[in-house]
């Protein structure tokens, strides 16, 4: 559940009004303000900076086509960063599997490998593994494939990571928790993991 948005900032929803009447100097002043903080946010949330720069410009876009429908009561960031969760998730159902994720998702699953052979078999393995794990990301419930992206694929502190999502520390960990506990399970059944969690490595999806 998210946390209320804090109550407006005077000066900001003076720009606010002003974007809406037509002030194309007050939305560049909103833009400048927090183009910053949202990319940071996005960044962290698709895990690739080029993309979240892409993200953040159609958030933004988004965000001036529906001024009309901003509730000058709440926070105008939070009402940005809502709408940028939401394209961030409809990117993670649409995006191809890129080298990035890939190298990434090697990363992180090379505690997997039984060697640390790099010869071709072996990278191929790990590569293999990679996009196996990406597969099973994918299938999980947006929740918490978001709290596993930010504390195990960013490595981000938990107060942070639960301000990104809006959720209490506790929720964020347990979300995480069954994030991981479901990725596990789903290796294991795809024969890439153990029960005791010793690498498999010829399971195939």
């Known amino acids: ?22 002030d194309v100097e007050a939305w560049s002043r909103l833009y400048q303000d927090h183009f910053a903080g949202i990319l940071r946010h996005v960044t962290y949330l698709s895990g690739d900076v080029h993309v979240a720069e ?17 509730e000058a009561r709440t926070s105008f960031v939070g009402w940005l960063r809502s ?8 990117h993670w159902r649409s995006r191809s599997r890129s080298d990035r994720a890939m190298t990434r998702l090697e990363a992180m699953t090379g505690d997997l490998a039984p060697t640390a052979s790099a010869d071709p078999e072996g990278a191929h393995l790990r590569r293999r593994r990679a996009e196996v794990l990406l597969a099973v990301l994918e299938t999980l419930p947006e929740g918490l494939r978001e709290a596993f992206v930010l504390c195990d694929m960013q490595d981000m502190p938990t107060a942070e990571a639960a301000a990104v999502l809006g959720l209490t520390p506790v929720n964020l960990r347990v979300r995480a ?29």
């Open 177 to 205: 928790t069954r994030a991981r506990a479901k990725i596990r399970g789903e290796l294991v059944r795809l024969g890439w993991l153990t029960e005791d969690g010793e690498a498999g490595g010829h399971g195939e999806p």
């Open 54 to 70: 892409d993200l953040v410009q159609e958030t933004f876009a988004h965000a001036f086509v529906g001024l009309a429908r901003f």
């Open 83 to 90: 709408i940028a969760v939401n394209l961030v998730r409809r």
């Open 1 to 22: 559940m998210h946390r209320p948005s804090a109550p407006a900032d005077p000066r900001e929803a003076g720009l606010v009004d002003r974007a809406r009447g037509g």
